[in-house]
């Protein structure tokens, strides 16, 4: 998940809510008192994982400043959310936002250079959820807005949050494995839930409210996945890359597959999965 932010989140309030702060390989890393040492310790080496998985791969490496805020709770990452005010969101949807395992909030610092705030909720509902996977789908979009240099990278709302699930699959060397389970939870809906009104932020936030949170990343997942396998997960890059030139992501899309994102919608919810 992330929140494009225009406004910078205000540091001396990051430092109020979460306590404890440590520095490593230019992340700082904080966290509330609930919080314990050893799943910071988890947090730190999935982020060096991904860090390096990102350099072996692709060659890159993230340049954006990330500060990574863990909370104990469901309530203190709201708080966390009331107290830095986050443009145009409303008490309401900062309650929902705080349901969702991580979040990234993209911003830019006092100089305009790219900065990312990665908030984790860690809660019991959500200690299964393999911690690798959450960070490297956060980083991703960190990635992705480098990519696009900051332009809207995430204006096709299905593609960005299905390309953090496939590239963190691929962080854990589990594409296979993801698809499998992906598949299963989502068959049923595939032409159910159209991909076509996943396409905006909105869309997708609202498709979430009405059927569930795994059921439309799933989605999004799959036709991201179908994406990969007809053109390369370079293209999938690519199209990130050229949104920096073109700001218009329907436009890099159409460059990038030669289909207007709209075509493509329509074809997978007609029953084109092509895995
Ligand atoms: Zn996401």
Redesign the pocket.
Do not use: C, G, P
């Given at each position: 998940?992330?929140i494009p932010l225009t406004t910078k989140a205000n540091q001396s309030k990051v430092m109020r809510t979460a306590k404890r702060l440590l520095v490593k390989n230019n992340v700082e890393y904080s966290w509330d008192h609930g919080v314990e040492k050893n799943m910071v310790n988890e947090i730190i080496m999935a982020i060096e994982r991904t860090k390096l998985f990102l350099q072996n791969e692709y060659h890159d490496q993230i340049r954006t400043h990330i500060q990574v805020v863990l909370f104990s709770s469901e309530k203190a990452m709201e708080e966390y959310l009331q107290i830095n005010k986050i443009d145009g969101l409303t008490h309401k949807q900062i309650a929902e936002l705080s349901k969702y395992p991580a979040l990234?909030i993209s911003a830019r610092d006092s100089n305009n250079r790219p900065e990312a705030i990665i908030l984790r909720n860690i809660n019991k509902a959500h200690a299964g959820l393999d911690k690798v996977f959450i960070i490297a789908?956060?980083l991703a979009?960190v990635w992705q807005a480098e990519l696009a240099q900051q332009y809207n990278f995430y204006e096709i709302k299905w593609l960005a949050?299905g390309m953090?699930d496939v590239f963190a699959a691929n962080v854990l060397e589990q594409e296979l494995a993801y698809q499998a389970i992906w598949l299963d939870i989502a068959k049923e809906y595939l032409n159910k839930i159209w991909l076509k009104s996943l396409h905006t932020p909105k869309g997708f936030q609202a498709e979430v409210e009405k059927y569930n949170m795994q059921l439309v990343y799933r989605i999004a997942d799959l036709a991201t996945l179908s994406l990969k396998r007809n053109y390369g997960m370079e293209a999938i890059i690519h199209y990130f890359s050229t949104i920096g030139v073109t700001h218009h992501a329907d436009k890099s899309f159409k460059n990038v597959f030669g289909i207007s994102p709209n075509k493509f919608e329509e074809q997978f919810s007609m029953g084109g999965l092509n895995l």
């Open positions: 998940m992330i990234t789908h956060e979009h949050e953090a």
